[in-house]
């Protein structure tokens, strides 16, 4: 808004830009916002003994040092001036990795979380007994040998695609746990026609992992019918009377009709050995 402003504004400007650089050559902490650290990924899932890739990188142009910091086993796959790639293997725990770089005699760090897991399998379903009778209790178990994180894991037991069960872990230590649910049902006549399963289920996704799902093999139930023990009973005991009446009335009219057979013989005997006689004493 001033006429003067043009003139007054050149001194500024070749006076400015060697002030900046004194600052920036005594002052080194005057370089502080200037650059920035990332990593890639910030969250890692990794499954128990396998490896992983991190690319530390910086907005700084040329970097002094620069490094990954980790317990880890690692190898530096690649390097250029502003990122370099890193293989972290042998992962046996939950842990953190920084990536640092220094620019300007600044050093900036970021650090990356990595969690470990055992997948959820095998998943093992056992029903027993196998073989039950309608309106009986039946017992599902379902296991899951080592698995990790705990905390992560869901177990559903299934009628085909009926949940009948569910249950959550606890349990925060990287170490592969045992997990198991055992869940006592009774048996319907229906039950016969659906397959029993088990799934588990790790989800990974809010430290940066996916939704690891697993099923075990599926399992059937053999479906008896029973009679009513009363109505069951009530009918043996009439077969057994009508089959001992049968028997017996057989028997009696064997035994009677031998011994009608042999009186007639008898008769016959006798009266023939006394025509016999008498036609002897006629002779
Ligand atoms: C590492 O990250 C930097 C910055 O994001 C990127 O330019 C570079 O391509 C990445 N390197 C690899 C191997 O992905
Ligand atoms: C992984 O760690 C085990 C012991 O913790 C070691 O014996 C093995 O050599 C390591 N493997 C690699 C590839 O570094
Ligand atoms: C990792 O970095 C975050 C953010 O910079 C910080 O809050 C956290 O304390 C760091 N964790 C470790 C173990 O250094
Ligand atoms: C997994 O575990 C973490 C750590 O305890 C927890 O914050 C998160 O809610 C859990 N996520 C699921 C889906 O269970
Ligand atoms: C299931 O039934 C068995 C025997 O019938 C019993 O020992 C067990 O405690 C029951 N389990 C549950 C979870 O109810
Ligand atoms: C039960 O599982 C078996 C074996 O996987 C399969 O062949 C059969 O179709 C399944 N039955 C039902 C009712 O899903």
């Given at each position: ?24 050559l ?90 470990m ?34 905390e ?9 695609q ?112 006394w ?6 004493y006629?002779?």
């Open positions: 808004a001033s006429p003067w402003m043009p003139s007054e504004m050149s001194p500024f400007c070749c006076w400015g830009l060697p002030a900046a650089l004194l600052a920036l005594f002052c080194p902490g005057s370089g502080e916002e200037a650059f920035e650290v990332y990593v890639s990924p910030e969250q890692l899932v990794v499954k128990h003994g396998e490896y992983s890739e991190i690319n530390c990188s910086t907005s700084c142009l040329q970097p002094t040092v620069s490094g990954l910091e980790t317990t880890l086993s690692k190898i530096l796959l690649e390097k250029q001036p502003q990122w370099e790639l890193y293989r972290v293997f042998n992962i046996s725990k939950d842990t953190v990795v920084y990536c640092h770089f220094t620019c300007s005699g600044k050093q900036l760090q970021r650090n990356a979380s990595i969690t897991f055992y997948p959820p399998e095998p998943v093992l379903l056992k029903l027993q007994p196998t073989w039950v009778t309608v309106g009986k209790v039946f017992t599902m178990e379902c296991r899951v040998p080592a698995v990790a994180p705990l992560n894991l869901t177990l559903t037991l299934l009628r085909g009926e949940p009948l069960h569910v249950q959550r872990f606890e349990g925060a230590t990287a170490a592969p746990q045992e997990a198991m649910i055992t869940h006592n049902s009774t048996a319907h006549k229906e039950d016969g026609r659906h397959n029993f399963s088990c799934r588990a289920e790790l989800d990974l996704q809010p430290r940066g992992g996916g939704l690891i799902q697993r099923t075990s093999e599926p399992q059937v139930l053999e479906i008896h019918e029973p009679m009513p023990d009363n109505q069951m009973v009530i009918i043996i005991a009439v077969v057994s009377v009508l089959l001992l009446l049968f028997v017996a009335s057989v028997l009696l009219c064997f035994v009677f009709g031998q011994q009608w057979h042999q009186r007639r013989r008898g008769n016959y005997g006798v009266q023939a050995a025509r016999r006689l008498r036609r002897s006629r002779a």
